[in-house]
T-cell receptor, first 111, second 114 residues
Framework: RKEVEQDPGPFNVPEGATVAFNCTYS??????FFWYRQDCRKEPKLLMS???SGNEDGRFTAQLNRASQYISLLIRDSKLSDSATYLC????????????FGTGTRLQVTL | EPEVTQTPSHQVTQMGQEVILRCVPI?????FYWYRQILGQKVEFLVS????????KSEIFDDQFSVERPDGSNFTLKIRSTKLEDSAMYFC????????????FGEGSRLTVL
């Protein structure tokens, strides 16, 4: 089983739609979880950390389910500028010195 | 906004040659990292560096790789004898605190080995 597994997509959604991505991780001892965003041929950028209680940042909501070992990202009211690859990232070390990235889920928002 | 800068943006080299990729982390950051991404694949951890020594390294980071902080600002990745499979985008990253997972990545250095 892959350490971090994501549906590669692409998810093609119209502007204004709500879209959700899931990610599963294999190591039950994983400590911290993040969503990064990567535009085509660009560097990853932190979108948000994922807390046990769930957290929201504007149109973005992240949830963690430790029992089932999955993380989700919900994007409401999608914008054209949300088109990117969303990377699920897990810290297995507890120090965040070595992050494990998923292969990413590609989102394409269309008019 | 402070940023991580990397040079060169693209380097083409012959197999067996030495390559040095350079990075200037954000000035008040103390933790430094190299990651790489082979085209079409996931971002992979190479090495983390703190207090002038390697904190952690992956199995990819073998004897052909080394890192150095030669002065107060630069952080370099050296590949001693490049192989075809070293062709990838190499990302430098830095963070203020080790435990946040909030890494700031540079724009990357694309290495092509012929």
């Amino acid at each position: 089983r892959k350490e971090v597994e994501q549906d590669p997509g692409p998810f093609n959604v119209p502007e204004g739609a709500t879209v959700a991505f899931n990610c599963t991780y294999s190591n039950s001892a994983s400590q911290s979880f993040f969503w990064y965003r990567q535009d085509c041929r660009k560097e990853p950028k932190l979108l948000m950390s994922v807390y046990s209680s769930g957290n929201e940042d504007g149109r973005f909501t992240a949830q963690l389910n430790r029992a089932s070992q999955y993380i989700s990202l919900l994007i409401r009211d999608s914008k054209l500028s949300d088109s990117a690859t969303y990377l699920c990232v897990v810290d297995n070390t507890g120090t965040a010195s070595k992050l494990t990235f998923g292969t990413g889920t590609r989102l394409q928002v269309t008019l | 906004e402070p940023e991580v800068t990397q040079t060169p943006s693209h380097q083409v080299t012959q197999m067996g040659q030495e390559v040095i990729l350079r990075c200037v982390p954000i000035s008040n950051h103390l933790y430094f990292y190299w990651y790489r991404q082979i085209l079409g694949q996931k971002v992979e951890f190479l090495v983390s560096f703190y207090n002038n020594e390697i904190s952690e390294k992956s199995e990819i980071f073998d004897d052909q790789f080394s890192v150095e902080r030669p002065d107060g600002s630069n952080f370099t990745l050296k590949i001693r004898s490049t192989k075809l499979e070293d062709s990838a985008m190499y990302f430098c990253a830095s963070s203020e605190q080790e435990r946040t997972g909030e890494l700031f990545f540079g724009e990357g250095s694309r290495l092509t080995v012929l």
